[in-house]
């Protein structure tokens, strides 16, 4: 098993940042991948961010520019850097990770989520 543990939400107002860290520990053989998603009241979960191994990102549209994921493999540790936030963002952020646990077993793993606010 993998196990996820999120840190860094809060409450903040309009146009300030905030930085949310994952990281990740347990059985890990190798990590394919790690991102976030966030879920407000009344919608879906969606994707914000993922990084591959290799350092490939991909971003959901509404977020461009103004966040920005890196990771430290060393670590297996995933960070979200959220500028300019606006209410909009304002969400339970999620951490996943795609990842094996032996040589032929894998898994999709998530954290616990971690509360962001962002007031007017």
């Known amino acids: 098993q993998v196990q996820l543990v999120e840190s860094g939400g809060g409450l903040v107002q309009a146009g300030e940042s905030l930085r949310l860290s994952c990281a990740a520990s347990?059985?890990?053989?190798?990590?394919?991948?790690m991102g976030w998603y966030r879920q407000a009241p009344g919608k879906e979960r969606e994707l914000v961010a993922t990084?591959?191994?290799?350092?490939?990102?991909d971003y959901a549209d509404s977020i461009k520019g103004r966040f920005t994921i890196s990771r430290d493999n060393a670590k297996n540790t995933v960070y979200l850097q959220m500028n300019s936030l606006k209410p909009v963002d304002s969400a339970v952020y999620y951490c996943?990770?795609?990842?094996?646990?032996?040589?032929?077993?894998?898994?999709?793993?998530w954290g616990q989520g971690t509360q962001v606010t962002v007031s007017s």
């Open positions: 996943n990770s795609r990842a094996y646990t032996s040589a032929n077993t894998w898994g999709d793993y």
């Open positions: 347990g059985s890990i053989f190798h990590i394919v991948a």
């Open positions: 990084i591959n191994a290799g350092g490939g990102r």
